[in-house]
């Protein structure tokens, strides 16, 4: 399979799962409190996020929404270019996420391009995040091995 076309799988399954369980979220999470899962180590904690990780500029939804669309773009722009496997599944994470918290800003309240993510999983001493958060994560830990490997995310074609 061409590197490109993992990413696209990659990135819809994060898609779909970010979405189905935010579903479930909204669903269950929203009239309850949190729900303890493995003590206080793992609970369920439903939130709107009007911001980025760690709270960071709340009510700065559309600067969020622009640089998501952005990163889209320039993802899709070299997803066929790529020849590494390991970049091509940090592509798919990284798309798969935005994909998943930008679906929450256009379509969630309070308005187009200005929804709330919806984030529902909590540990200690961190901020309460979803799915699509932890797949960028994910995909920035990869991509930091793939650096120190010196692993290239396009192989420069031989010019002879």
């Not at 270019?81 to 990284?94: M, R, Y």
């Not at 929804?115 to 830990?141: E, K, L, M, T």
Request: some cysteine; charged content about 10%; overall charge positive.
């Amino acid at each position: 399979m061409r590197p490109w076309r993992s990413l696209y799988l990659i990135a819809w399954v994060v898609w779909l799962f970010d979405l189905g369980t935010k579903v479930w979220a909204v669903n269950v999470l929203s009239t309850r409190a949190n729900v303890e899962v493995l003590g206080s180590f793992l609970q369920l904690t439903f939130v709107r996020n009007s911001g980025a990780a760690f709270g960071i500029g709340a009510g700065k939804t559309i600067i969020f929404t622009i640089f998501a669309l952005s990163v889209l773009v320039i993802i899709a722009r070299y997803a066929a270019q790529l020849t590494s496997k390991g970049w091509a599944v940090v592509c798919g994470l990284v798309l798969g996420g935005i994909l998943g918290n930008l679906t929450d800003r256009i379509f969630r309240e309070p308005g187009f391009l200005q929804g709330h993510v919806i984030d529902w999983i909590q540990i200690p001493n961190w901020p309460v995040f979803n799915i699509a958060d932890s797949a960028i994560v994910i995909a920035a830990v990869i991509a930091v091995i793939l650096t120190i490997r010196d692993i290239a995310p396009i192989t420069p074609k031989d010019p002879s």
